[in-house]
């Protein structure tokens, strides 16, 4: 099972993850992931700098912006990887 598979719970948990990451973490978050794994490894490596800025400096807004539709159930978010795509398109506007 792939990491954007992993299931998620209402505080944003990602569930049953062992052995989708390299360095195991406790209650790891869909924040946490998105900040320690996805950011360093997907945006900062393949974007030019500025979209690595931006990115950096939108994501937390993004994800108060998440929070917000979650809890009004306007999104849903079932998997890690509808939290990275609401991510993405949420930097992209903002």
């Keep these: 099972m792939t990491m954007m598979?992993?299931?998620?719970?209402d505080n944003f948990s990602i569930q049953d993850y062992s052995g989708t990451i390299p360095i195991p973490e406790q209650n790891l978050t869909c924040w946490s992931y998105?900040?320690?794994y996805y950011y360093p490894q997907v945006i900062y490596s393949s974007y030019p700098v500025y979209i690595q800025?931006?990115?950096?400096?939108?994501?937390?807004?993004?994800?108060?912006?998440?929070?917000?539709?979650?809890?009004k159930k306007l999104a849903n978010i079932e998997k890690v990887s509808d939290f990275i795509d609401l991510m993405d398109e949420l930097i992209k506007i903002l």
Excluded at 5 to 9: A, E, L
């Design 53 to 71: 800025e931006r990115a950096k400096d939108k994501a937390k807004q993004a994800y108060e912006i998440i929070k917000i539709l979650k809890d």
């Design 34 to 36: 998105w900040q320690k």
């Design 5 to 9: 598979n992993c299931q998620v719970s």
